[in-house]
């Protein structure tokens, strides 16, 4: 017999959606294996039977009594609730991400992939300020729309059955600010261009770009490009294998995919984060 999710207060729904909004780029990994991460993007919830696709569909507010209230306006009407009987959250359900993984992984995930009906999703959202959010989902259908702004794409919807957000303070505990100078590639076997490691988490990092940089120009988000770091002092160089997740004035921020490791190219693993960070820590631009 199914689980039935328990009913969401409109606080929890609101703290969701605020950490997990519409368009975000998220991260996730399927039934606790951390080391499958892979990337999708939000592109809607459903709450109580009614699918929102536009973030101003929901208006937070307080009764009378001072009670918290969700409005969610549909294109005909106005609908106020108290509290929520479910809430899903809305992925794409077939982008391909799994294809990134090592054939270990991705044929443990068996012929319906990480979102077969049942699983465990595991969703990471990255804050500035807050640090790292994580929310417990569970796959409850994936669908395709006959009608609607995704009619014919694959949907995945996941239900959320515990609320409670997890944060994790990326920027004392997992982030170290240095000055690394660093070479990209737009391709294996490209010229390298100069830049700067100036933040470093066990998955993203933030490049820096001088004014005169020949290759910021050609830099867009979801590009792949190789990293090379060169640490003298502890005679390491690591080669990576990276996407540009964020494009901003003068820098950029990667999340880390794969490693050069006796010539060949591997999955990036908590253990060569801990590699590299355990360098840094040793680099005297690093603070």
Do not use: W
Not at 206 to 223: A, C, K, R, Y
């Amino acid at each position: 017999m199914p689980l039935t999710p328990d009913p969401l207060n409109i606080e929890q729904i609101k703290d969701i959606t605020q950490n997990f909004p519409i368009g975000a780029r998220i991260d996730y990994y399927p039934e606790y294996q951390e080391h499958m991460l892979m990337q999708s993007i939000i592109l809607g919830y459903e709450i109580n039977g009614l699918y929102i696709y536009s973030q101003n569909q929901l208006k937070f507010a307080a009764t009378g009594t001072g009670t918290p209230k969700l409005s969610i306006e549909t294109t005909t009407d106005s609908q106020d609730y108290l509290q929520a009987s479910n809430l899903c959250l809305i992925l794409p359900g077939n982008t391909g991400e799994e294809n990134k993984l090592d054939y270990p992984s991705k044929a443990s995930l068996g012929r319906r992939g990480q979102f077969r009906n049942g699983n465990n999703i595991t969703l990471i959202a990255r804050h500035p300020d807050q640090g790292i959010a994580t929310l417990e989902s569970s796959v409850r259908e994936s669908t395709q729309p006959k009608d609607g702004y995704y009619r014919g794409h694959m949907l995945t919807l996941l239900e959320i059955f515990s609320p409670e957000l997890l944060f994790r303070d990326q920027r004392t505990h997992h982030r170290i600010k240095t000055r690394l100078p660093a070479q990209i590639r737009l391709k294996q076997g490209d010229k390298g261009y100069p830049c700067l490691l100036s933040d470093y988490s066990e998955l993203h990092a933030q490049i820096e770009f001088g004014d005169d940089s020949e290759v910021f120009s050609q830099l867009s988000e979801n590009n792949p490009i190789i990293v090379t770091l060169k640490l003298e002092n502890s005679h390491r160089t690591f080669v990576i294998q990276a996407t540009i997740t964020r494009k901003q004035p003068r820098s950029i921020v990667i999340a880390m995919e794969k490693i050069l490791n006796n010539g060949d190219f591997k999955n990036f693993e908590l253990i060569d984060a801990l590699d590299i960070k355990a360098s840094l820590l040793q680099h005297p631009g690093t603070r």
